[in-house]
């Protein structure tokens, strides 16, 4: 049996059930949730939207980063997933942070952050964030134009400066090159200015793109890499830092590389082409905080578009399709369909006051179901055509691996930040 290491698993246990997977954790931790709101007679938190944030994913993922790439440090991007629970829990488990602003950087300390476990990876830097930056000793940063450079002369002269590169970003889900990166052709220019300016250039990042499943993106990058460390030494400079940058997903997809596939072609080239003394750190964001979120929010209303539908002869859709309207909004919680276009997995929480989480509801009817968001913003849709059974005013659904790039995005719409329940199912089964 798996050691228990929180108040509600120990509950769990004192009522003589045995919890040994990862999904009995987490639905005994809504079902507590939903059933602790019943008494609230109707009170505002009563239906309100949650999170479950399951910090024990964070843990399992950085194992597998660990098993994966040993010879690599992380530097979780901050900006994927902001939250301090998951940046204290990082702090413990020894990874870096990858911080875009003053605020990250402000956040990353408080979180308690060793100024030498951050790196300020924004080539465009705010002066006063670079100023931040100085006060606070942390030295290492990104920079890929000449006005950067003169920049960083005037405001923090002995910055550690990582000469950020271009990318083939054509394979990521979205790519970042048109703003960031330079192109080889301009790497002398800005090695040589860096040197007029006796500036510390101490090596070489890249990112691929956010969402990159092509392993090839990161070879061909890791060999300009070594060609611009060769040329760096022979202007001076001791280039003794890599920096592979993020761009891995948070969960296999069927049909994509794994990330044990990509991060062996990543071992292999670095290994061969960056000796030992050479440190490897690397920025991943949604590979951390993809699975650690769990969304949860109710049906609110209902509305029957159709009783046939000509154009769907699937059987199992019935003729009749449904719009339901929940008490969550895509441009927070769902961001990532904003943003990245992602397919939301909505499945059914609870139904008819039963708890259902981690059931497939295969034998039941499946009806073809838009899912709005609670605004008015005609946008706010959290799925055109999700195949779900009839639900009702008042059943619940929940979709998983929304911890990256989501619940950090604004407050629209005058909607407050959902209740986040934390727990830790690291003891547990997967
Ligand atoms: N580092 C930088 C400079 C980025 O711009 C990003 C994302 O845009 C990341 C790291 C994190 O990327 P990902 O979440 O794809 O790992």
Redesign the pocket.
Known sequence: QATLDNKEAQLQLSNNNTVTSRTDYIKYIIKNELESRVNLNNHIEQDDCFFVLDLGQLYRQHQKWKRCLPRIKPYY?V??NSDQKILEYLTLLGVGF?C?SGFEIQKALQCGADPSNIIY??TCKQASYLQFAAENGVRKMTFDSVDELYKTKKLYPNAELLLRILTDDSKAKWG?GLK?GAPMADVDNLLQTAKTLDLNIVGVSF?VG??CSDAGAYHDTLRNSRIIFDRAKQLGFNCNLLDI????FGVDYPGKPTFEQITSVIREAVDQLFPHDVQVIA?????YATSTLTVCCQVVGRKLLSELNEDNDDSDTGNKTYAYYVNDILHSSFATRLFYSDVIDLRVLMKNGVCTYGNCHNNEQKFSSRVWGHTDEPGDCLSENARLPLLNIGDWIYAENLG?YAITTCHFSGFERPKIIYVDSKAYHH
Do not use: N, T, V
């Open positions: 991007a900006k994927c990858d875009a990876a924004h970042i960031y990112h956010s969402g940058g993020g761009g891995f920025e991943p964001g949604r590979y990256a």
